[in-house]
């Protein structure tokens, strides 16, 4: 059990997934052989619950070695971006107690929220 605002919490989720769809789009756009995933996992143990996002999109790119930068707001990399959904997902996120990794990969991107309980 997690106390949280339902509404809030909705809103990081369906901000991450929309992001791994447009990222997953945009890499089937070179690819039309491209199998399109994005992987979900929820754990949860006496302390905390970790939610983990996997997709399999263009990933992070050349903002592998300053990752940290894609929180800060108005920062963005898409066209019609306004850079304001991760810095608004991390303020949720941080006002749940909790704490929200990403990680590069291979092909793709890797999220990872912590709550504690």
Same mark, same amino acid.
């Given at each position: 059990? #997690?106390?949280?605002?339902? %509404?809030?919490?909705?809103? /990081?989720?369906?901000? $991450? ?7 997953? !789009? ?5 690819? !039309?052989? =491209? ?7 929820? +754990? ?5 619950? %970790? /939610? +983990? $996002?996997?997709?399999? *999109?263009?990933? =992070?790119?050349? $903002? ?6 894609? #929180?800060?707001?108005?920062? +963005?990399?898409?066209?019609? *971006?306004?850079? $304001? *959904? ?15 990794? =990403?990680?590069?990969?291979? !092909? ?6 912590? =709550?504690?309980?």
């Amino acid at each position: 059990m #997690l106390e949280s605002d339902k %509404e809030q919490i909705s809103r /990081v989720f369906l901000n $991450l997934i929309k992001n791994s769809i447009e990222s997953i !789009n945009q890499k089937a756009q070179n690819n !039309n052989n =491209f199998s399109k995933k994005i992987a979900i996992e929820l +754990t949860e143990d006496d302390s905390h619950i %970790e /939610v +983990t $996002l996997e997709d399999n *999109g263009v990933g =992070f790119g050349e $903002l592998k070695n300053n990752i940290k930068d894609i #929180l800060n707001p108005y920062f +963005t990399t898409k066209k019609n *971006g306004t850079g $304001l *959904g991760l810095s608004i997902v991390n303020k949720i996120i941080n006002d749940h107690n909790g704490k929200i990794d =990403f990680m590069p990969i291979q !092909n793709g991107a890797k999220i990872n929220i912590t =709550f504690l309980k």
